[in-house]
């Protein structure tokens, strides 16, 4: 596919545009989810992202900015910490060499939504699972070493930063994001296999120099750190997407708490009014050897259908409804009364 081909003229925005040059089949052949891909081309294919005012400089964002920021360390400094500070801090702090890590962007940019619904659709997520993180630094800041929980196409919009991406050996699918840290996540490391890294891996590792119009797409779980060479504003479109043990959480939760004896509290457990152990021991038993009944239950067939839905129509504990007046007016009371 040419350049000429995506019309870089047009303010449209698509996965098409992220996915140059390989076009949308290849990628999702050889890529999506599971493989790293690195995009090369011109910075207009993505003029819908430089007519957007907020994005044309780390200034013009977080005066619009309606929350705190997140600010990571230089890699030469010693702080171990992630900041979170208002964006005037952060501001400061960019400037003496803080990498600024601005996540859920839309919030403060509306602009950005029509884009990440059109890339929702693109790639067949559910509205939601996606959203836009900007990362800013100065020379010689960056990411510290990790790994994420999501997958995301990050797209260099200013300056030049330098990757170093590694296959993750230990684990795959990880549940949250890592950062290559002692000690190591514990939950994250009672499901890794053989011995954890320390620094960043350079096993099958690869270097990538990123310029504006360069698309780096991470996927999830992928070793990575980065460095700037020179002032450096790039902006993520992250994938969340929902894991199918949450999935599977949220329904065994729905369908437990139609049962009176799972929407009990557990009796008194410690002190000299508590209930025996076994006591408890039995109690629970008895509700383990009830969930057979609700697995029996399950259906594939069923659970995709209900889980194709929009999400915000899923697990609805109450419907919203216009409260009903029950009584009118009271002697020396104001009213309606409702409930």
Same mark, same amino acid.
């Given at each position: 596919?040419?350049? =000429?081909? /995506? =019309? ?12 140059h040059p390989l076009g949308l089949d290849e990628f999702f052949a ?12 011109? #910075? ?25 920021? *997140? ?11 992630? &900041? ?21 962007? +839309? ?11 059109? /890339?929702?659709? =693109?790639?067949?997520? @559910?509205?939601? @699972? ?7 630094? @100065? ?6 070493? @990790? %790994? =994420? ?17 590694c296959p993750n050996r230990n684990f795959s699918n990880p549940h ?18 053989? +011995?954890?890294?320390?620094? #960043? ?18 996927? *999830?779980? #992928? ?15 992250? %994938?969340?997407?929902? #894991? ?11 369908? /437990? ?6 929407? +009990? ?31 029996? +239950? ?15 129509? &899923? ?25």
């Amino acid at each position: 596919m040419s350049e =000429d081909s /995506l =019309d870089l003229g047009s303010t449209a925005f698509n996965l098409r545009a992220l996915t140059h040059p390989l076009g949308l089949d290849e990628f999702f052949a050889n890529h999506w989810p599971t493989k790293l891909f690195v995009g090369q081309g011109d #910075m207009n294919r993505f003029r819908a992202l430089l007519q957007i005012p907020e994005l044309g400089s780390i200034e013009s964002l977080l005066s619009v900015a309606s929350g705190p920021i *997140r600010l990571w360390p230089p890699h030469q400094n010693n702080h171990e910490g992630t &900041l979170v500070e208002p964006p005037e801090q952060a501001l400061r702090l960019y400037r003496a060499g803080w990498t600024i890590y601005f996540n859920q962007v +839309e919030q403060s940019v509306p602009a950005l939504l029509p884009l990440i619904r059109r /890339l929702e659709a =693109d790639l067949g997520l @559910h509205t939601g @699972h996606v959203a836009t993180e900007v990362f800013a630094s @100065h020379a010689s800041a960056g990411a510290r070493p @990790h %790994c =994420d929980f999501d997958f995301g196409f990050n797209v260099q919009i200013r300056g030049q930063k330098t990757w170093r991406l590694c296959p993750n050996r230990n684990f795959s699918n990880p549940h949250t994001s890592v950062i290559i840290e002692t000690p190591f996540n514990p939950e994250v490391a009672a499901y890794s296999q053989g +011995e954890l890294p320390r620094a #960043m891996p350079t096993e099958d590792g690869i270097e990538v120099v990123a310029e504006p119009g360069t698309v780096v797409f991470i996927p *999830r779980g #992928m070793w990575h750190t980065t460095v700037a060479t020179e002032p450096s504003f790039a902006l993520t479109f992250a %994938c969340k997407g929902t #894991m199918w043990s949450q999935y599977l959480t949220q329904e065994f939760q729905q369908r /437990l708490q139609r049962f009176a004896p799972w929407r +009990e509290f557990p009796d008194r457990w410690v002190g000299e009014n508590g209930v025996a152990k076994a006591a408890r021991e039995k109690k629970l038993a008895v509700l383990i050897e009830g969930l057979k009944e609700v697995v029996e +239950e399950l259906s594939a067939n069923q659970l995709i259908k209900t889980w194709s839905q929009p999400r915000a129509d &899923l697990y609805e504990v109450a419907v919203e409804k216009k409260p009903e007046v029950l009584a009118g007016p009271i002697d020396g009371h104001p009213g309606p009364f409702v409930s």
